[in-house]
């Protein structure tokens, strides 16, 4: 059995909810993008408990609610007779359950509902409403897919807006938590193998799970596992992210796909794809979390000088190098995509390194902001700038995989600019390569 790791505060959250139900129901919800780990964060945390665990596919709703009787009267000790064939019956004898005994209610999958029947939602709020003062319910809600899940309970015309009393966004693991793993399993493990590690996972823990069963830690063996037969890794991106794009799925995999080939302005992509984009843009920042928006640092937030970064690592990585020649992948010719990725790896992974320092960086919660600094003109790049307002501190930051390439003194006169509105600052320029890993 492998090791859970480092999930201490979600526990510890989703544990004092628990807590609180003993007296009085509380409906948490609980999003992440997919295989981040969230069925098994909520397995791990309640696997003592009086707990009833249903799971939404999509089928006859009649038949789901059969399922969920089963698990009701496997975990209460109590037998359900009659026809029961709408889910709001069954949430209807939970909430009436609860009245005398106090468990956890976890449906995983809530999203799907909608595929099921649209009423449910609504049905379930006049449940809530009405019984939820005197029940003593652990209600949580999980899902997927991040869009339709923050829709239901954060969009006012929704019918279990406002109803949630705690929100979960599981995120990926950190770089100490990474850096945990791979020394567990991969104990001589140097810079590199951290560097393809984080590269090729972003912490998702269905992707560290798979490469640790494969025993695959250094680039190399990491690219076996992906590019070979039947993998599970070349569907990957569109196994996550198709429910979330519905029948537009080609315009977003188009926008993803240039952006992780360095095609990261608005006016560039336009002009490759011949269209406005801005909407697709906005959504996929803002509704499905995929893409941040970067201004360089001192630019005002209305500013045009804009880019636009995949904040996924995986999926960063499986536009650039899969989506982007899925041809090859159609055909098989690994060998091919094989020798894509070789040829451009150091670029890639150089880049890569820049965005593990800045996350490293905000980890530390040292400064009160970190961003990089570029002018109009594309040129004279600031790495990572992390400033201390508190401390009156700024530091410049130049990344590059081999130390030797770095020059402080080019650094500096980068900086002549920006330095003059910090003259109370102190101010210092490093260098972060592999070795600072």
């Given at each position: 059995m492998q090791k859970f790791y480092n999930r201490e505060n979600e526990i510890a959250l989703l544990k004092t909810i628990e807590q609180r139900t003993t007296a009085s129901?509380?409906?948490?919800?609980?999003?992440?993008r997919r295989r981040v780990g969230k069925t098994e964060l909520l397995r791990q945390t309640f696997n003592q408990n009086k707990t009833l665990y249903f799971f939404v596919e999509r089928k006859n709703e009649a038949l789901l609610c059969e399922e969920f009787l089963q698990e009701i009267n496997r975990k209460l000790d109590t037998t359900i007779y009659g026809q029961i064939t709408s889910f709001k019956q069954v949430f209807a004898l939970l909430m009436d359950l609860a009245q005398r005994e106090h468990f956890t209610l976890i449906i995983d999958e809530f999203q799907e509902f909608a595929n099921i029947n649209t009423a449910i939602y609504s049905e379930m709020q006049n449940v809530w409403?009405?019984?939820?003062?005197?029940?003593?319910?652990?209600?949580?809600l999980c899902g997927s897919v991040y869009s339709l899940?923050?829709?239901?309970?954060?969009n006012a015309k929704e019918p279990l807006f406002g109803r949630s009393t705690a929100r979960l966004h599981l995120k990926p693991f950190d770089i100490q938590t990474l850096k945990e793993i791979i020394a567990d399993y991969h104990p001589n493990y140097s810079s590199e193998d951290l560097l393809a590690f984080y590269t090729f996972t972003g912490g998702v823990a269905k992707y560290v799970e798979l490469l640790i069963k494969a025993r695959?830690?250094?680039?190399?063996?990491i690219l076996n596992e992906l590019f070979t037969e039947n993998s599970i890794f070349l569907s990957e991106g569109k196994a996550v992210l198709i429910d979330e794009f519905g029948k537009d799925y080609g315009?977003?995999?188009?926008?993803?796909?240039?952006?992780?080939?360095?095609?990261?302005?608005?006016?560039?992509?336009?002009?490759?794809?011949?269209?406005?984009?801005?909407?697709?843009l906005d959504k996929l920042e803002n509704e499905f979390g995929l893409i941040k928006k970067l201004r360089p640092f001192?630019?005002?937030p209305s500013g045009k000088n804009v880019k636009y970064r995949i904040e996924d690592n995986f999926l960063n990585f499986w536009f650039r190098f899969v989506y982007k020649y899925r041809s090859a992948v159609e055909i098989g010719n690994f060998d091919y995509l094989r020798a894509i990725v070789d040829r451009d790896y150091e670029t890639y992974s150089g880049l890569m390194l820049e965005k593990y320092f800045r996350q490293k960086l905000t980890e530390s919660k040292q400064y009160?902001?970190?961003?990089?600094?570029?002018?109009?003109?594309?040129?004279n790049e600031i790495d990572i700038i992390a400033v201390n307002e508190v401390e009156q501190h700024l530091v410049f930051y130049e990344v590059k995989r081999k130390k030797s390439r770095i020059s402080l003194n080019t650094l500096e006169k980068k900086t002549e600019k920006i330095t003059p509105d910090f003259s109370t600052y102190t101010i210092e320029y490093k260098a972060l390569s592999l070795e600072e890993m």
């Amino acid at each position: 059995m492998q090791k859970f790791y480092n999930r201490e505060n979600e526990i510890a959250l989703l544990k004092t909810i628990e807590q609180r139900t003993t007296a009085s129901a509380e409906m948490t919800f609980v999003v992440g993008r997919r295989r981040v780990g969230k069925t098994e964060l909520l397995r791990q945390t309640f696997n003592q408990n009086k707990t009833l665990y249903f799971f939404v596919e999509r089928k006859n709703e009649a038949l789901l609610c059969e399922e969920f009787l089963q698990e009701i009267n496997r975990k209460l000790d109590t037998t359900i007779y009659g026809q029961i064939t709408s889910f709001k019956q069954v949430f209807a004898l939970l909430m009436d359950l609860a009245q005398r005994e106090h468990f956890t209610l976890i449906i995983d999958e809530f999203q799907e509902f909608a595929n099921i029947n649209t009423a449910i939602y609504s049905e379930m709020q006049n449940v809530w409403d009405s019984k939820k003062n005197l029940s003593k319910i652990n209600l949580i809600l999980c899902g997927s897919v991040y869009s339709l899940m923050t829709k239901i309970f954060q969009n006012a015309k929704e019918p279990l807006f406002g109803r949630s009393t705690a929100r979960l966004h599981l995120k990926p693991f950190d770089i100490q938590t990474l850096k945990e793993i791979i020394a567990d399993y991969h104990p001589n493990y140097s810079s590199e193998d951290l560097l393809a590690f984080y590269t090729f996972t972003g912490g998702v823990a269905k992707y560290v799970e798979l490469l640790i069963k494969a025993r695959a830690f250094t680039k190399s063996r990491i690219l076996n596992e992906l590019f070979t037969e039947n993998s599970i890794f070349l569907s990957e991106g569109k196994a996550v992210l198709i429910d979330e794009f519905g029948k537009d799925y080609g315009t977003y995999f188009s926008i993803l796909s240039l952006i992780a080939s360095s095609k990261t302005s608005r006016s560039e992509m336009e002009s490759i794809l011949n269209g406005s984009i801005g909407g697709y843009l906005d959504k996929l920042e803002n509704e499905f979390g995929l893409i941040k928006k970067l201004r360089p640092f001192g630019a005002k937030p209305s500013g045009k000088n804009v880019k636009y970064r995949i904040e996924d690592n995986f999926l960063n990585f499986w536009f650039r190098f899969v989506y982007k020649y899925r041809s090859a992948v159609e055909i098989g010719n690994f060998d091919y995509l094989r020798a894509i990725v070789d040829r451009d790896y150091e670029t890639y992974s150089g880049l890569m390194l820049e965005k593990y320092f800045r996350q490293k960086l905000t980890e530390s919660k040292q400064y009160s902001e970190i961003s990089s600094f570029w002018d109009k003109k594309g040129t004279n790049e600031i790495d990572i700038i992390a400033v201390n307002e508190v401390e009156q501190h700024l530091v410049f930051y130049e990344v590059k995989r081999k130390k030797s390439r770095i020059s402080l003194n080019t650094l500096e006169k980068k900086t002549e600019k920006i330095t003059p509105d910090f003259s109370t600052y102190t101010i210092e320029y490093k260098a972060l390569s592999l070795e600072e890993m």
